[in-house]
């Protein structure tokens, strides 16, 4: 399982060498061919940021070649704020004192036919972590729901079992997201103070498990803002260098939320900057020609009409971060604050104006140019 790999890296040790990276390191990852994970800690070290235009005309390059001049497009669905989880940067956490909400079946086909009339055919469906209430029996019951009014069905929600993920995946379940949140073990306990996800080993474990039941697609990712970002995306690199070589029929994506203002929520421990963002993300494209990148309406107009040429390949639109949030309950409360709130049609002419097509289904083909 990726814990032994996991266990073989000290994360005071890695976050040295990518500070010691040298201009010299960066020149020549950036020339070799093959690229590896210490030539990916060079171009996320300090020592990259003089490279960055450079680092930027590459990973246009790179994501024109292998995706094309295209943007997929999805949207979150939100089924349920209830959490049995305290987690100290989220607006669902168990501590918060909020009207707890979860969609049923007419509910959820009400929020769906808003979507669909949006044009989405891809839904990523999120819960809070609340086994009794959103468990595998709930999930299942949804994704039936769904299943025959959009092209693919996605989860974001508590880690389950293998077998659970089997069941799932033989309803039409496509992908799974499953964030670390952050890779530092022995800090990871302060911002997870009670509930299942304080198991830190049994998060780890879940791509292995997902990798198991033979899902189409896993995505990854780190909270950004709680741990040093450049650490936390070289273990993410490290997890998805042993997920391609252990399970190779499954595709990868990884997301970069940035921690976003909601009820009760820390400060940032780290922030990162639009530059350094902009230049993650070349990182990884560079790196990992194959995987597909997702920006969020976390981010902001500006930075998401930009992004879209140096190597985002899927964003959301038009984004509700409240179960009913489209149709039901307008007013009630988000799992955290987004900065895109412009509607899917003005981000679909955002796409369009920079020259891409906005994608709604994975087998829809447009020339390559």
Same mark, same amino acid.
């Given at each position: ?137 709930? @999930? &299942?019951? #949804?994704?039936? /729901?769904?299943? $025959? ?6 989860? *974001?929600?508590?880690? !389950? ?97 940035? @921690? &976003?203002? #909601?009820?009760? /929520?820390?400060? $940032? ?6 530059? *350094?963002?902009?230049? !993650? ?89």
């Amino acid at each position: 399982m990726f814990r032994e790999e996991f266990d073989k890296h000290n994360w005071d040790e890695v976050l040295s060498g990518i500070y010691a990276k040298t201009a010299a390191d960066v020149e020549r990852a950036l020339n070799k061919n093959k690229k590896d994970l210490e030539d990916f800690k060079a171009m996320i070290s300090p020592a990259a940021a003089p490279y960055l235009e450079q680092m930027a005309q590459m990973s246009h390059r790179i994501t024109r070649k292998r995706f094309g001049n295209t943007v997929q497009l999805y949207a979150p669905l939100y089924l349920s704020n209830e959490c049995q989880n305290i987690c100290t940067y989220c607006g669902f956490s168990y501590d918060n004192k909020l009207r707890r909400k979860t969609l049923s079946g007419v509910e959820i086909l009400q929020e769906a036919e808003y979507l669909k009339k949006q044009g989405f055919e891809h839904v990523l469906l999120v819960t809070g972590e609340a086994a009794k209430t959103v468990g595998v029996d709930y @999930l &299942r019951d #949804a994704i039936r /729901l769904l299943r $025959p009014h959009f092209a693919n069905i996605s989860i *974001e929600v508590q880690p !389950l079992d293998e077998d659970e993920y089997k069941v799932l995946v033989a309803e039409g379940l496509y992908a799974v997201l499953v964030y670390q949140e952050t890779y530092h073990k022995e800090n990871y306990k302060q911002y997870h103070p009670k509930g299942k996800k304080s198991n830190f080993d049994y998060r780890l474990d879940t791509p292995d498990r997902l990798g198991n039941a033979a899902i189409h697609k896993i995505g990854l990712g780190v909270l950004i803002g709680l741990e040093d970002w450049r650490a936390d995306n070289f273990f993410t690199a490290l997890h998805v260098n042993y997920l391609e070589k252990h399970f190779w029929q499954t595709r990868y994506s990884i997301s970069f939320p940035r @921690l &976003r203002p #909601a009820t009760g /929520l820390i400060e $940032p421990k780290v922030v990162i900057s639009d530059k *350094e963002l902009v230049q !993650l993300i070349c990182a990884w494209r560079i790196f990992n020609e194959e995987i597909e990148l997702s920006i969020s309406t976390r981010e902001n107009e500006v930075f998401r009409d930009h992004i879209i040429k140096l190597g985002a390949t899927t964003m959301s639109a038009g984004s509700k971060t409240n179960p009913g949030g489209y149709t039901v309950e307008a007013e009630s409360l988000e799992q955290f604050e987004i900065d895109d709130s412009r509607s899917v049609t003005e981000v679909k002419q955002m796409i369009e104006k920079n020259g891409y097509k906005p994608v709604w289904k994975d087998w829809e083909q447009f020339t390559m140019v």
